[in-house]
């Protein structure tokens, strides 16, 4: 398959491929392994039980995707695509249905072209959301991009399932901050906006990665930030009244002033009695403005939480973003362009979208089974503001308006398979628990936390009735409207993956 892939190559790019720099099969190239997990977030998709592609292929230019394209349907090879590697389900890199297959890895397509006059850049979709960020800010100190907090992510997977950060609160998502796009549809050709159609260019904003063609670059919107915000951390343990400060979180984040963003990350720590572990609150947040505007604006909706100024620091944006994903207040902004900056390990995620508050008498009982796996994790990231203020149908990313918060559950290890079943089993147990806190019918989910336990396609079929179990969850009512626009653009279903979204069946 690789020769004929590569003679195939040549004969349909208008440009020469230097091969053995683009082209990477297991026998014949060293680097082989390296590539495949270079940009692979999740370790538990790279165990020797994971299938391995037949080969990776890196374009150096748009032709080369549209050569891949054409190819990959004439050889009939599968293919995937990966632009930053961090689906949490590997979807970019490993197949789990359907052998052989190989990846269009476009980590090498990543420039960024920032135009501050007009309030845009066109990015192209190999480049991290730090290197975004960074290159913003080497223009300008006032404008930034509302996206994920973690500066390792692609730009390419990530808008293409919405998107979430610091700024959705004051801004929305990624993908509500999108002007224009080129993608390389199932005929490998070019689209821009114009040319695709104002159907494709709405699904390809938060309906999912790998179901709609191969995305180029995205031109996207840049919005202002103050030359100083400020951040802070606070943290509270179980003996320090995390629950009763918890409860009125829930109630406080997702409604007070949106330039203020608070997530709260929690953890089991050791307590100060010698043997015991307990829960560990941090409450992580960003205010766009000075620190004693945010003071007051906390001493009037949450002095619960007692934040001082000694807890807040002043500090540019850009130096605010690797403060807010966890790095210490020195951190220098260079490491935003450090590609892989994120600690790679073995995990499982699961999601909530919670629309009540759980009550403080629940809260005692969620720390038992929480605290039931070796290092649990859960982040709570609060909604409110500007999403609220954007219809459910705007763009297929659907869970706006009434939710208050998105919970994360985080299983995480360090040996392989050795432990795999027991944390896997965890995070599921606690998905379980949390069912009578969550959103109901559907129990709403995150595209972009891909999760196979919903569901997942079938080699080399999908159904419209399949895939309906996890397509609701994702995308409410726009999942039917995305099932239309597949059906139009790639009838043939030639992007496909475990829950790519299915075309409606061809007529005989
Ligand atoms: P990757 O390359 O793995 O692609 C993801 C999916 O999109 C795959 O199905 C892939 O085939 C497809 N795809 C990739 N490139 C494509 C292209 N050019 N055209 C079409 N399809 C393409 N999310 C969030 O909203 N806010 C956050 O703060 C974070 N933080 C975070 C931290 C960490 C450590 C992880 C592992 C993940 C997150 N995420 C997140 C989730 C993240 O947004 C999600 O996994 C994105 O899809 C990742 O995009 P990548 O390009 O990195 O992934």
Not at 190 to 195: G, M, N, Q, S, V
Not at 401 to 415: C, E, H, M, N, P
Not at 423 to 438: K, S
Not at 461 to 477: E, H, I, N, V
Request: proline letters at 6%; charged letters at 20%.
């Amino acid at each position: 398959i690789p020769k004929l892939f590569t003679q195939c190559l040549e004969e349909n790019s208008q440009n020469p491929i230097p091969f053995s720099t683009t082209f990477f099969t297991p026998q014949n190239n060293a680097s082989f392994t390296s590539v495949l997990e270079s940009t692979a977030q999740n370790l538990r998709y790279l165990l020797p039980s994971m299938t391995k592609p037949e080969f990776i292929f890196t374009p150096l230019e748009d032709s080369h995707v549209q050569a891949a394209v054409l190819c990959a349907k004439k050889l009939k090879i599968h293919m995937r695509v990966r632009s930053g590697g961090h689906d949490y389900e590997g979807l970019s890199f490993v197949s789990l249905i359907e052998k052989p297959f190989m990846i269009i890895d476009l980590a090498k397509l990543r420039a960024i072209q920032v135009d501050i006059a007009h309030n845009t850049a066109w990015v192209e979709v190999g480049a991290t959301l730090g290197e975004v960020y960074y290159r913003i800010s080497e223009k300008s100190p006032v404008h930034a991009y509302p996206a994920g907090v973690c500066p390792s992510v692609g730009v390419g997977g990530h808008i293409t399932g919405g998107g979430y950060g610091s700024l959705h609160r004051k801004y929305g998502l990624a993908a509500d901050n999108v002007i224009n796009a080129r993608i390389v549809d199932a005929n490998g050709k070019i689209l821009d906006r114009e040319a695709m159609g104002e159907g494709l260019f709405w699904a390809i904003r938060g309906g999912g990665g790998g179901s709609f063609g191969i995305i180029l670059s995205w031109q996207i919107k840049l919005v202002q930030v103050p030359p100083i915000v400020t951040v802070f951390t606070l943290t509270k343990t179980l003996e320090q009244d995390a629950n009763k400060i918890l409860h009125k979180w829930q109630q406080v984040a997702p409604n007070i002033d949106e330039d203020l963003f608070f997530m709260v990350q929690m953890r089991a720590v050791n307590s100060s009695t010698p043997g015991k572990r307990t829960v560990q609150t941090s409450y992580i947040g960003r205010y766009l403005g000075r620190a004693n505007r945010l003071l007051r604006l906390m001493a009037e909706k949450f002095p619960e939480l007692g934040l001082s100024k000694k807890d807040c620091l002043e500090t540019s944006w850009i130096k605010s973003v690797p403060y807010i994903y966890g790095f210490p207040n020195t951190t220098s902004p260079e490491i935003l362009i450090q590609r892989t900056i994120s600690d790679k390990v073995y995990m499982k995620n699961k999601v909530d979208y919670m629309r009540q508050v759980i009550p403080e008498s629940a809260l005692n009982s969620m720390w038992k089974r929480f605290m039931q796996d070796d290092e649990p994790m859960m982040v709570w990231v609060p909604y409110g503001g500007m999403m609220t203020r954007i219809s459910e149908s705007t763009l297929p990313y659907p869970h706006r308006k009434g939710v208050l918060f998105k919970s994360q559950y985080i299983a995480r290890w360090y040996d392989g398979e050795k432990s795999m079943k027991k944390h896997m089993n965890w995070v599921r147990r606690f998905y379980d628990f949390m069912a009578p806190y969550a959103s109901r019918f559907p129990r709403e989910a995150y595209v972009n936390y891909r999760d196979l336990d919903l569901g997942m396609n079938q080699f080399n079929g999908t159904s419209f009735l399949r895939s309906s179990t996890w397509g609701f969850k994702y995308f409410k009512d726009n999942f039917i409207r995305l099932v239309k626009v597949k059906s139009e653009v790639d009838p043939s279903n030639l992007f496909r993956h475990e829950q790519s979204i299915p075309p409606l069946p061809l007529e005989s």
